[in-house]
């Protein structure tokens, strides 16, 4: 086969390759929204993303071993149509149930592509170019990896979330085609083509059970008979497929192949890689959508830095260990990632994104390392058996990101669960705590545990607005006055009303004694004044004469005879009360005048005018009380307000410290397993991965 036709085949293979790694990672910046679509909970989607690297973890070896004994070439085309039709079920699923289905078929197709890529690369180039079609591969693995998050943003942003499945379609066909024509057909001869399938189903048991437990076994307790029995059958499934496998005459898993200790340390080591890929594509995501509120595509921004710096860490790697070996690069890989994934650690709502990007920076600097795992893994191995090591490798790797996905989920849902609690008592104290009518206490308190009950799932938004207008009407309906210590302006205003009500109190209560007293006064003199009959008529003569001047009066004259009408209609109206025998007390006296005030609105006396102070007084004292009230309630809202925005605080940093932990316990794993790197190459050569992949020359 010509080069052109070698170098397109390559294309068409990592094309395969970078689909199948690339869906386990892409899917996870598109699970909120699926959460959102399905109306479901993150423990439920989650299936989304660990079925596809269940069916990868359960599936690749068993892949391997077909295209070992029956053609590599026929299989992948096999995986390709399984993944590319697949794909687009899910992208037109309707129902979580079958988006899970389908998934699992996808997961199939992937599992398929992924290992025999590397073994149909091999017998393209030939034995000699084994170490540079590994690391090409690894180095494709690694971008689709890291660059899922980065794609699925992209996608999210412009489109949907079905789109992260429909954009596999075109690549697919695109593969098939290019497969069929550009590469050729290759077999390990060595081994038999009877199919293991007691060894199959006993694996693939043993790693569904296992899964399932570390998945669930937050929400159905630890120590339930349920949860117990999935690990009892874990430990009973390897234990017999172990026991198969040292039977059968073709076993599934050549077991032969892990007395090189190379091939078993670097596999642990890719598993690791795997594991510890967790932390930025799925839990790193989760907190930056579901605590910092970010967009996918803003968060994938940040999360595709881990990708650009595949692409320098990857041939920085190849160069050290050309010069010392493999081990300086695995060991520092690993433990690159673990310092990186402590220092997401430290991350809270106020973490800025220069210092997110440095991490983000420092973990794809260590991920790019112990990505050539993948190369040393089969360094040792005869060129025969590429495939099936590379189906182990790569197995190892999908059983790493399945155990950090079920595991870091379940650590991370219960830690969140457990800041939800925090979360909910924290803000019941504070709420009690609050210089506010009891009304409104009891109100917020009981919204505040029906949201803390509903988190997470799809009436919490609904119910955190109806918890903010249900505060709001029982502040409005409450009649509760507190003193607004907090704010000096609002505290200020409210003393000023405050006094502002008793001054209108006093007044309106001087008012009330001075008609009354002016009253008296009037009653008393008109009852003993002899002449009040007398002056009476001579008052009514006085106002007949007035009104006939006024009648033929003009200009000023007649505003003067206006004004004397007035006051005369007032006295007469004063001695007519007064001389009246059926009245006989002030008391009496002042409520004939009201009667005949009502009668005749023109009657402005000094009583009246007395009536009308009063009545402004009244006014005054219930205006400056409805004033203070106002401050009163404006200070009842500023406090809630301060409290909610207390309570947000709060919230924050819990949900943080859930994720924090989460990191902790994931760079602890990291750092621990790095001494796994020590035992991935042998002696150091200084020499090219080139020649060092000849390996059996040296055996």
């Known amino acids: 086969m010509s080069k052109g036709k070698t170098i397109v085949g390559f294309i068409a293979l990592s094309i395969a390759m970078f689909m199948g790694i690339l869906d386990s990672t892409i899917i996870n910046i598109a699970l909120p929204d699926i959460t959102d679509y399905f109306h479901a909970n993150l423990s439920d989607t989650s299936w989304i993303s660990t079925i596809y690297v269940l069916a990868l973890s359960i599936f690749t070896i068993t892949a391997s071993k077909l295209a070992d004994q029956f053609g590599r070439k026929k299989v992948m085309l096999v995986g390709l149509f399984l993944f590319g039709a697949s794909s687009a079920?899910?992208?037109?699923?309707?129902?979580?149930?079958?988006?899970?289905?389908?998934?699992?078929?996808?997961?199939?197709?992937?599992?398929?592509?992924?290992?025999?890529?590397?073994?149909?690369?091999?017998?393209?180039?030939?034995?000699?170019?084994?170490?540079?079609?590994?690391?090409?591969?690894?180095?494709?693995?690694?971008?689709?990896?890291?660059?899922?998050?980065?794609?699925?943003?992209?996608?999210?942003?412009?489109?949907?979330?079905?789109?992260?499945?429909?954009?596999?379609?075109?690549?697919?066909?695109?593969?098939?085609?290019?497969?069929?024509?550009?590469?050729?057909?290759?077999?390990?001869?060595?081994?038999?083509?009877?199919?293991?399938?007691?060894?199959?189903?006993?694996?693939?048991?043993?790693?569904?059970?296992?899964?399932?437990?570390?998945?669930?076994?937050?929400?159905?307790?630890?120590h339930s008979p349920t949860i117990v029995l999935m690990f009892l059958g874990t430990a009973v499934s390897l234990a017999l497929f172990l026991f198969v496998e040292a039977k059968v005459k073709a076993p599934m898993i050549e077991f032969h192949l892990f007395r090189e200790l190379t091939f078993t340390a670097s596999s642990a080591v890719y598993m690791i890689s795997g594991f510890g890929i967790v932390t930025t594509s799925l839990i790193f995501n989760f907190f930056l959508q579901n605590v910092l509120n970010y967009q996918p595509l803003q968060a994938a921004y940040i999360v595709m830095t881990v990708s650009l710096t595949i692409i320098i860490a990857m041939p920085l790697g190849n160069l050290i260990s050309s010069k010392f070996g493999f081990r300086p690069v695995n060991v520092l890989g690993i433990i690159i990632m673990g310092v990186?994934?402590?220092?997401?650690?430290?991350?809270?709502?106020?973490?800025?994104?220069?210092?997110?990007?440095?991490?983000?920076?420092?973990?794809?600097?260590?991920?790019?390392?112990?990505?050539?795992?993948?190369?040393?893994?089969?360094?040792?191995?005869?060129?025969?058996?590429?495939?099936?090591?590379?189906?182990?490798?790569?197995?190892?790797?999908?059983?790493?990101?399945?155990?950090?996905?079920?595991?870091?989920?379940?650590?991370?849902?219960?830690?969140?669960?457990?800041?939800?609690?925090?979360?909910?008592?924290?803000?019941?104290?504070?709420?009690?705590?609050?210089?506010?009518?009891?009304?409104?206490?009891?109100?917020?308190?009981?919204?505040m545990k029906r949201v803390s009950a509903h988190s997470g799932s799809k009436n919490q938004t609904h119910l955190e607005n109806q918890m903010k207008k249900d505060i709001k009407k029982a502040l409005t309906a409450s009649s509760?006055?507190?003193?607004?210590?907090?704010?000096?302006?609002?505290?200020?205003?409210?003393?000023?009303?405050?006094?502002?009500?008793?001054?209108?109190?006093?007044?309106?209560?001087?008012?009330?004694?001075?008609?009354?007293?002016?009253?008296q006064t009037l009653f008393f003199i008109i009852r003993n004044d002899r002449m009040?009959?007398?002056?009476?008529?001579?008052?009514?003569?006085?106002?007949?004469?007035?009104?006939?001047?006024?009648?033929?009066?003009?200009g000023k004259k007649k505003d003067q005879l206006?004004?004397?009408?007035?006051?005369?209609?007032?006295?007469?109206?004063?001695?007519?009360?007064?001389?009246?025998?059926?009245?006989?007390?002030?008391?009496?006296?002042?409520?004939?005048?009201?009667?005949?005030?009502?009668?005749?609105?023109?009657?402005?006396?000094?009583?009246?005018?007395?009536?009308?102070?009063?009545?402004?007084?009244?006014?005054?004292?219930?205006?400056?009380?409805?004033?203070?009230?106002?401050?009163?309630?404006?200070?009842?809202?500023?406090?809630?307000?301060?409290?909610?925005?207390?309570?947000?605080?709060?919230?924050?940093?819990?949900?943080?410290?859930?994720?924090?932990?989460?990191?902790?316990?994931?760079?602890?794993i990291l750092l621990a397993s790095s001494f796994l790197g020590l035992f991935t190459d042998k002696r150091v050569r200084k020499k090219s991965i080139k020649d060092s992949t000849v390996s059996t020359q040296h055996r």
């Not at 899922?148 to 098939?176: E, K, R």
């Not at 059983?399 to 669960?417: P, Q, R």
Request: aromatic share 8%; with cysteine; glycine share 8%.
């Open 480 to 519: 509760y006055e507190s003193h607004p210590s907090d704010n000096q302006t609002l505290r200020k205003l409210y003393d000023g009303a405050d006094r502002m009500q008793n001054g209108a109190q006093s007044l309106s209560k001087y008012v009330k004694t001075y008609a009354m007293g002016v009253n």
């Open 532 to 554: 009040s009959t007398q002056k009476l008529t001579l008052y009514r003569e006085e106002l007949a004469q007035e009104v006939s001047d006024y009648q033929v009066a003009t």
């Open 340 to 447: 990186a994934t402590l220092l997401l650690a430290r991350l809270d709502v106020d973490t800025s994104k220069p210092i997110m990007i440095i991490e983000m920076i420092i973990f794809g600097l260590g991920f790019g390392f112990s990505c050539l795992a993948m190369v040393s893994a089969i360094k040792y191995l005869p060129e025969e058996k590429s495939g099936i090591g590379s189906g182990i490798v790569n197995a190892a790797r999908q059983v790493g990101t399945c155990i950090g996905i079920a595991l870091l989920v379940s650590i991370l849902d219960m830690h969140v669960s457990d800041a939800k609690t925090e979360i909910r008592d924290e803000a019941i104290h504070t709420i009690r705590q609050l210089d506010v009518a009891s009304s409104v206490k009891s109100v917020a308190i009981g919204d």
């Open 562 to 668: 206006q004004k004397g009408i007035a006051n005369l209609t007032g006295l007469i109206t004063l001695y007519t009360v007064g001389t009246d025998p059926s009245v006989k007390n002030a008391q009496m006296f002042e409520a004939k005048l009201q009667q005949m005030a009502n009668q005749d609105k023109k009657n402005t006396t000094l009583v009246s005018a007395g009536h009308d102070l009063e009545a402004a007084g009244a006014k005054l004292e219930h205006g400056s009380a409805q004033l203070k009230k106002g401050i009163a309630l404006t200070g009842q809202a500023e406090a809630m307000q301060k409290a909610m925005k207390h309570i947000e605080s709060i919230k924050n940093d819990k949900i943080a410290e859930a994720f924090d932990k989460d990191f902790m316990i994931a760079g602890i």
């Open 89 to 222: 079920l899910c992208g037109f699923s309707q129902s979580l149930l079958f988006l899970i289905i389908v998934r699992f078929i996808q997961g199939l197709g992937g599992a398929i592509l992924m290992p025999v890529a590397i073994p149909m690369g091999i017998a393209l180039f030939g034995k000699k170019k084994m170490g540079m079609v590994s690391s090409a591969m690894g180095a494709v693995t690694a971008l689709a990896a890291a660059g899922g998050p980065l794609i699925g943003g992209v996608l999210l942003h412009y489109f949907n979330w079905q789109s992260v499945f429909f954009v596999n379609v075109p690549f697919t066909v695109i593969a098939f085609v290019l497969i069929v024509f550009f590469t050729r057909e290759s077999y390990d001869t060595t081994v038999s083509k009877s199919v293991d399938f007691a060894g199959m189903l006993l694996l693939t048991a043993a790693l569904f059970l296992m899964t399932f437990g570390l998945l669930k076994g937050n929400d159905y307790g630890w």
